[in-house]
């Protein structure tokens, strides 16, 4: 019992940490059709994710599939660190699957610059993923920029939610 | 009868040019530029206002005989009518001039494109007078002759004659608006030339970029790529035999050099990382290009017929883009190592790294000009502007004041700056042009919406 306590201790925790972060943004992306995040059921049915597949790991994460950047800024910080925990153990779970990284930018920087920031941003993620454990090898970084956001509108908020670097577990 | 014979011997003279070069060549006029090393050029903002009250007519270029091509099936006549709307559309786009074009204007007989009505013309204030033929040659080509007079002094200043392969009318039209341009301005010509872009379609979220050309005016406007891999960023070699830009092909983003007469493409540097802001060099013989290793952008060369790349930079920053001098000797980029995106000047080998850009805010896609006087960048102090400086980073001035201007590139003169604009919210992208004193401010008009273009430089 007691552990259970201490448990959503932690767990509010990184809630607070979460809700002060610098530039959260104050909604999740609506998440682009292959990176579904399927409300966390229950008991797992045969109908759910198939553990080891992408739909699982993006079960499993709970939006911490996907870290987020100030403006023109790589580092990882502590709620991106929590984030890329929990990634890093589901990969340790599966160490057959592979992984896809993607550096994505907000669309207030140049295009080519942000091709070069998007691929620090993969990276920065990759290199915290590599830190914990998981093998370099199975990890790929891609960029896009500014050509893929996921929030649409020119505003702060918008901005927030696609400067960000993605996990895809590769089925 | 003797009027006859002179316009004959007019026309035989760009025949005879012609006759050695290959079937379909366009001429080359001979250069008239003025010598652009130093001195006029420092202070090349003229101020553009004093060519608005220039008159100029340009009727309907005449023909000898009405005759079905495969530029007009109505005929040379109509062809002639077309001649002279893009030639005033060339001169008025720009700002610089206030053309009446065909549609208003009486059309002038054959014999009369060599001996001017003068009276008909002062009549109605024109100040200057484009006079032309288009004729139907045996061969299936066509001559087209182009002459300007002064209508006050009633003599001519420049005539010039193209023997063009019917596909290839407009260009006859575009080298004839040069020829008016580049009399009367003192400026080297550039309409005669072509821009490559990226045609955007569909949603801000799923966006289709193609890589898409056309010439100065929008015309012949045509999709390379299908849209199937994103396509950015790309630049026409010097000779206009291919185009270089950058993919999403093979899932990460790489460089390739797509050969518009086979339509076939190829790898600049294979390998695993990504590679990007490809460019060329002057003499067509090297492309440089940034390439993230770890997460860490550099700018490389490399042959264009490919091996062993060369690594000109090696901050731990963002090293990206690039432009060379005119000359091929120096190279402005941009890096971020001191903290932000500011612009730099290097030798072409790498050496002598030095930021320029003190003047606050950041600075990115740096493009030097053709006449080397100059570099256009784009500024950004919260909104992005389109901006200019000297190459020794004095000198800024603001070309544009919109939301998001990006991605200057010049006109072959250095007279006009292209770049893309993109709308607040919905993304939307599209191409703009301005001359050097921000005033004539401009849209392309595209078929859809359209970003990073480039302009080649005049069509060999």
Known sequence: MKRLVSLAALAAAITVAGCSKKAEPEQLPPPPATVETAAPRPTPTPTGPVPGSNADFMAQMQGRSVIFFDTDKFDIDADDQAALRAQAQWLQRYPAKRATIEGHCDERGTREYNIALGERRANAAKNYLVSLGVDASRINTVSYGKERPVALGSNEAAWAQNRRAATITID | ?460
Request: aromatic share 10%.
């Open chain 2, 1 to 460: 009868m003797k009027q006859y014979v002179a316009l004959i011997a007019l026309i035989l003279a760009p025949v005879a040019v012609h006759a050695q070069e290959g079937a379909g060549a366009l001429s080359v006029p001979a250069t008239n530029a003025p010598d652009d090393d130093e001195g006029g050029l420092s202070g090349s903002v003229t101020d553009d206002s004093a060519w608005q009250d220039l008159g100029i007519a340009i009727p309907a270029f005449a023909t000898n005989a009405n005759v079905s091509t495969a530029a007009n099936t109505e005929g040379t006549a109509a062809l002639g009518r077309e001649l002279a709307r893009v030639i005033t559309a060339d001169l008025r786009n720009n700002g610089l001039f206030r053309p009446v074009g065909p549609d208003s204007l009486p059309r002038p007989e054959y014999p009369e494109i060599t001996s001017p009505k003068w009276s008909n013309w002062q009549a109605r204030s024109a100040e200057m007078l484009v006079q032309g033929y288009v004729r139907a040659n045996d061969d299936g080509r066509l001559t087209v002759g182009c002459y300007l007079y002064d209508v006050k002094l009633q003599n001519e200043l420049v005539r010039e004659g193209w023997v063009v392969p019917p596909s290839d009318w407009r260009r006859a039209a575009h080298k004839c608006a040069d020829l008016v341009y580049s009399r009367l301005s003192g400026e080297s010509p550039f309409f005669d030339s072509k821009i490559a872009y990226i045609a955007e379609t569909g949603p801000k979220d799923r966006r289709i970029k193609r890589l898409a050309i056309m010439d100065s005016d929008g015309a012949n406007h045509r999709f390379i790529t299908n849209g199937q891999a994103t396509a950015l960023t790309p630049r026409y070699s010097p000779d206009y035999k291919q185009i270089v830009y950058l993919s999403y092909l093979n899932g990460n983003p790489s460089i390739y050099i797509y050969d518009i007469g086979t339509g076939k493409q190829r790898l600049v540097a294979r390998n695993n990382n990504p590679t990007f802001a490809p460019r060329w060099s002057p003499d067509g013989k090297w492309i440089l290009y940034s390439m993230a290793v770890g997460g860490n952008t550099d700018i490389y060369r490399v042959s264009v017929q490919g091996g062993q790349s060369e690594r000109l930079t090696d901050s731990p920053g963002i090293d990206v883009g690039g432009s060379y001098s005119p000359d091929g000797s120096k190279i402005v980029f941009e890096s971020d190592r001191s903290g932000s995106q500011q612009i730099y000047v290097m030798n072409a080998d790498g050496t002598n790294q030095r930021r320029i850009s003190f003047f606050g805010g950041r600075a990115a896609t740096p493009e030097w000009s053709p006449r080397g006087d100059q570099i256009a960048f784009t500024h950004i102090v919260g909104n992005f502007r389109i901006a200019v400086m000297t190459p020794d980073g004095k000198n800024v001035r603001h070309l544009t004041d919109s939301w998001q201007d990006e991605a200057p590139t010049w006109a072959p003169n250095g007279r006009i700056v292209q770049f893309f604009r993109n709308a607040r919210n919905s993304g939307e992208a599209s191409l703009w042009q301005v001359d050097l004193t921000g005033r004539n401010e401009r849209r392309l008009p595209t078929p859809v919406g359209a970003s990073d273009p480039a302009w080649g430089p005049v069509l060999p």
